[in-house]
């Protein structure tokens, strides 16, 4: 059984939007950080976004911030990520992570997850 299965990848025209969607069907304890990276062809992979439940509290980076959002949905450990006006170079394979960690850890940069998800693709044409 996956640790986190995501779904609702496709593929889009610049300016489209994409949700994505998380659950953990593996996790079976609460993890109170999860996230998303995307690695775009032979490329790392790099932090989309992060939710730290204990407060709601998120980190994006400066090359998504204003066009995604991450939410939390009802059931445990399950998250969204809303992807609006998006570019061709938000491309690539989106996964999930969850992970037990405090605020600092999880909303931050430097975070290396423990539980993964398969990944879903995102594509977007100019």
């Known amino acids: 059984q996956a640790w986190l299965v995501e779904s609702g990848g496709g593929s889009v025209q610049a300016g489209g939007s994409l949700k994505l969607s998380c659950h953990a069907p593996?996790?079976?304890?609460?993890?109170?950080?999860m996230g998303w990276f995307r690695q775009a062809p032979g490329k790392g992979r790099d932090e989309v976004a992060t939710?730290?439940?204990?407060?709601?509290?998120?980190y994006l980076p400066d090359s998504v911030k204003g066009r995604f959002t991450i939410s939390p949905d009802n059931a445990m450990n399950t998250i969204s990520l809303q992807m609006n006006s998006l570019k061709p170079e938000d491309t690539g394979m989106y996964y999930c992570?969850?992970?037990?960690?405090?605020?600092?850890?999880?909303?931050?940069?430097?975070?290396?997850?423990?539980?993964w998800g398969q990944g879903t693709q995102v594509s977007v044409s100019s």
């Open positions: 992570a969850a992970q037990s960690l405090d605020r600092y850890e999880c909303n931050s940069d430097r975070w290396s997850p423990i539980y």
């Open positions: 593996g996790i079976t304890h609460n993890t109170n950080c």
């Open positions: 939710i730290y439940f204990g407060d709601g509290s998120t």
